[in-house]
């Protein structure tokens, strides 16, 4: 199957849909770092989605969940993730701007204080959300933690529920079908660019974490019949079932569409997930990293974050390095947001300067 941009467009078009932000974000080339490196690198900026300085990735994923949201009625939005999370910090401001109470749920990986909040945790107030801060118990993973934060939240809800609410529950990273289909619409944004710049780029780094970018971004791809070679590189630990889901998000969210659900159009084989790069951990720094960040402040005046699109970055320039990228070829860097860490805790910043 090869659809058009404009076909795909005409149907996510007919998708419910909130506008959250600023399209198409820009995509421009890194001219020093292209002769630096010996390729053409440009960057495609969804760190730039707004609908302030804090925009991202999960801003595209948003508009079509607060979209959902919306034309089922719900009054109220839950959602997951770290203390420090860059997608409950968007789901906030994306459901309070559309009339619906955010209800978020964060696990404290890193311990906070009280008396010096910070970060996205900061603009979580400033937008004003209710906020459980759920800390590990003794001997708890942290997946552990999260897993009984998702448990919490699912027993507030039948609680809202039984008093005549409706709420949604968007999974941690906005990583479902319809958060998905942001990046169907994302990818396509970005091969119109391409066509309109007349290149026909070899590959797409970006950053992956909950899988929904990545998993966006492949049904858009192979909806669109193009051959441009995605590397999805990981923020934290990833399991073995990591690209067997991503895979049944992407037709999901291409069923979505209407897309006919016969032969899968996406297959867990397509995925490239690396998960080379983000050691020691997540949300926590590496040397790599560290000297990716300021190479690309230095040359470029941009900006990548320690935890996802730094992580993404290191991984690219290293792929140069080893040829894995070869001389000359055509790159897109999908900077995926998450410029607030940088006001974060240490722990999670680590030696930038
Ligand atoms: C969430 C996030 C990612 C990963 O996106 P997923 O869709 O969860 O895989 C990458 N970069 C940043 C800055 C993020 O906040």
Redesign the pocket.
């Known amino acids: 199957m090869a659809l058009t941009t404009t076909q795909a467009r005409e149907l996510l078009n007919k998708l419910p849909k909130t506008d959250l932000g600023f399209f198409p974000t820009p995509l421009h080339k890194l001219e020093k770092l292209s002769e630096q490196l010996d390729i053409e690198l440009y960057i495609k900026r969804d ?1 730039f989605t707004g609908s302030n300085l804090f925009g ?3 801003t595209r ?1 948003l508009e079509y969940l607060i979209g959902k949201a919306k034309a089922e009625g719900c009054d109220h939005v839950f959602t997951y993730g770290a203390v420090q ?3 409950a910090m ?1 789901t906030i401001w994306a459901a309070s701007k559309n009339g619906i109470k955010p209800v978020v749920y964060l696990a404290a990986i890193v311990p906070i204080d009280e008396n010096d909040i910070k970060a996205n945790l900061l603009l979580d107030r400033i937008f004003d959300a209710e906020i459980h801060i759920i800390d590990p118990l003794e001997g708890e993973s942290f997946m552990d933690t999260e897993n009984r934060s998702f448990k919490m939240g699912e027993e507030h809800i039948k609680r809202l529920e039984a008093e005549g609410h409706k709420c949604m529950n968007i999974p ?4 479902d079908e319809t ?2 289909l942001g ?1 169907v619409d994302g990818i396509t944004e970005l091969f119109e660019q391409a066509d309109a710049l007349d290149v026909e780029f070899d590959y797409f780094y ?11 971004m492949m049904a858009g791809r192979n909806l669109l019949g193009r051959k441009t070679v995605i590397r ?1 590189i990981s ?1 934290m630990e990833i399991g073995r079932s990591y690209a067997k889901h991503a895979a049944s998000l992407s037709n999901g969210a291409l069923e979505l569409m209407g897309i006919p659900s016969g032969e899968p159009l996406v297959k867990a084989e397509d995925f490239e997930p690396d998960d080379n790069y983000y050691a020691p951990g997540y949300e926590m720094p590496n040397e790599a990293t560290t000297k990716a960040i300021k190479l690309l402040a230095k040359t470029e005046g941009i900006l990548v ?1 320690p ?3 730094g992580k ?1 970055f290191s991984a690219l320039l290293d792929h140069v390095k080893t040829g894995k990228i070869e001389k000359g070829s055509k790159v897109v860097f999908v ?5 607030t ?1 940088f006001f974060a805790e240490k722990e999670i910043l680590g030696e930038v300067f």
């Open positions: 760190d991202g990735n999960k994923k999370s860059n997608h968007q941690i990273g906005g990583a958060g998905s990046y970006h950053a992956t974490g909950s899988g929904g970018t990545m998993a966006g999805s923020a974050d935890v996802y699109s993404a900077h995926t947001g998450g410029a860490v």
